[in-house]
């Protein structure tokens, strides 16, 4: 015990709020002067990661084993009756530091977000957003269901998705139309949750005085450095700069592929077959593989980060291979009482998620590289600029690249790491657009919102979208499963605008990546400064002690552009 409370963040988990309150109350009725500020911030920072953290064990459970009943009940009750009081006591512990007119050191930043959130807390809305939370959890015990038959065995959605790598076009098709039926068959239930979602986000929106649930949420993500206007400005500039770019990209696949024309099975911009007619890599066999090599990527990146990873794998805290009742998403949860970070994949054996756990473990090391701080609005993951945290995760799937070749401890021979780096650097291409549908798609919804209630309307949206920023897709015979395919992008669902960050995230780290092929050493060190700083200075300035700069316009899509196809035209002429 340390102050009354558990050091052991899983015997806190087993408290409810009666016996959380009295720790609550103490701190609520604590003098507060300038020589017993640090104390308090201390201890209600203790506090407040162990409260985190509890949620975030009982939601982690709720995507590992999404059959797990008994999880669901803990997690809903958890949810419903200590969330909310901690929540308001949060709020009640900012306006008191804000009345008090104190400004502790480190605390700009922090205070800042703290005047925006109690500016738009309403009291509420607390258990609206303990409906949400209810509703986003039924939508992952939904996903998490989908199973199907491929040739008499049971796989899952992440599976699947794998063959449509397959060099076999008829496999290819085959899987899509498997997925589309899958989606096909949840309409229902994925519509009811999404209608409830939406009725009460703009219930919130209009509880704190907001027209719309944009402008809200925008608030809530504390997104200080940019607008609406701004995000539509990046569309555009993808349109004008990238379209192109990833047409010359289909255009060489058609090629390669002696196809007139692309179907949504020869490119679903991150799976897609080898336009050589190689058989997709296949870096590791299982899990314990996986990990055994990412630990030499990590150690020649930087072996202070390779000592983080090991912690993460020697705590069991990594869940990386797909299995059945497993939810088809990736992700990073930090948690924050232990100093930790729990990452979770359903891995298949492919390139991707080679790439895909390079990006999570980025994630993880900001995890680690920030918590020094002492207060938890300094160094959580939820207080720190999506923005900036997103650039953490892109940049090291960039600097772990140099390392992925066997002749450095790394998972490819020479040609396959050509292969491997090829496919990379043409999805760095392939996300912008993509990304551009599913947040253009947003703003539709939310500027939007009673019709976006008629799911059909919002299929036709997302159809026009596709054609728009993936033109090169022939959709002819398809357009059903065009239209019900803006299901599989759970961001959309669960968490609202959190897409475009990896957009603006993806440029910086482009950024970061053209700094380390000048100097990878010290383009490490300047990231590492960066995550180190967590929410203590401004989203620009974290961009700039990354050695990047915050910008998302045309001229620097268009540098981006040019350097990876650059890059790509240099593997292609050694090959």
Not at 450 to 467: M, N
Not at 524 to 549: E, I
């Amino acid at each position: 015990m340390k102050n009354g409370l558990p050091t052991d963040p899983i015997e806190f988990s087993e408290w409810d709020w009666d016996q959380i309150a009295p720790h609550a109350n103490g701190l609520l009725r604590r003098r507060l002067t300038l020589s017993s500020i640090d104390e308090w911030l201390a201890d209600w920072s203790a506090l407040a990661r162990l409260i985190a953290e509890s949620f975030n064990r009982l939601y982690i459970r709720t995507t590992t084993h999404t059959n797990d009943r008994a999880n669901h009940a803990r997690f809903r009750k958890y949810s419903e009756e200590v969330m909310p009081k901690a929540r308001e006591f949060e709020q009640r512990m900012k306006t008191r530091l804000l009345e008090s007119g104190l400004r502790p050191k480190g605390m700009a930043v922090p205070l800042r977000r703290m005047r925006s959130d109690s500016a738009i807390y309403r009291p509420e809305n607390l258990p609206l957003r303990t409906k949400c939370e209810a509703l986003e959890a039924e939508y992952n015990e939904l996903t998490g269901s989908r199973t199907f038959d491929w040739d008499g065995e049971k796989v899952d959605q992440a599976q699947v998705f794998g063959k449509l790598g397959d060099l076999d076009r008829g496999v290819r098709e085959r899987a899509w139309r498997a997925i589309a039926a899958c989606l096909e068959s949840q309409r229902t239930e994925t519509d009811r949750i999404w209608v409830q979602l939406l009725d009460l986000r703009q219930q919130m929106a209009r509880n704190a005085g907001f027209k719309d649930y944009r402008s809200f949420h925008w608030r809530e993500l504390a997104r200080f450095d940019y607008t609406p206007q701004d995000c539509r400005v990046f569309h555009d500039g993808i349109t004008r700069v990238v379209v192109p770019a990833v047409q010359r990209l289909a255009e060489k696949r058609k090629r390669g592929l002696s196809l007139d024309t692309l179907r949504i099975w020869d490119d679903f911009w991150h799976l897609r077959p080898d336009p050589l007619g190689r058989l997709p890599l296949k870096p590791f066999k299982s899990a314990a593989e996986l990990t055994t090599i990412a630990e030499r990527v990590f150690t020649g990146v930087d072996p202070e980060l390779a000592a983080y990873y090991r912690i993460l794998r020697d705590e069991g805290l990594l869940d990386l291979e797909a299995r059945p009742h497993k939810s088809p998403v990736g992700y990073m949860q930090e948690l924050p009482a232990s100093k930790r970070a729990f990452i979770f994949t359903v891995a298949v054996g492919l390139h991707l998620d080679v790439d895909t756990h390079l990006h999570e473990s980025g994630h993880a090391f900001h995890v680690f590289e920030s918590a020094g701080w002492p207060c938890h609005y300094q160094s959580m993951q939820d207080y720190n600029p999506v923005e900036f945290v997103e650039l953490g995760s892109m940049a090291m799937e960039l600097l772990g690249s140099p390392y992925l070749g066997m002749d450095r401890g790394g998972f490819y021979t020479e040609s396959q790491l050509a292969q491997a780096r090829l496919e990379h650097l043409e999805q760095l291409l392939e996300f912008w657009p993509y990304m551009a549908v599913v947040d253009a798609f947003q703003h539709w919804v939310y500027e939007n919102p009673d019709a976006a209630h008629d799911t059909r309307q919002c299929d036709e949206v997302w159809a026009s979208l596709q054609r728009v920023f993936r033109p090169h897709i022939d959709w002819t015979g398809l357009e059903d499963t065009l239209r019900v395919s803006w299901r599989l992008q759970d961001h959309i669902m669960t968490v609202p605008f959190y897409y475009v960050e990896y957009g603006m995230a993806q440029l910086g780290a482009v950024g970061v990546w053209a700094n380390a092929l000048k100097d990878q050493a010290g383009a490490v060190k300047a990231y590492r400064k960066a995550l180190s700083l967590g929410n203590t200075t401004s989203l620009p300035d974290l961009y700039k002690a990354a050695g990047v700069k915050f910008a998302f316009g045309a001229t620097d899509l268009r540098r981006a552009v040019e350097l990876i196809e650059s890059a790509i035209a240099e593997i292609e002429r050694g090959r």
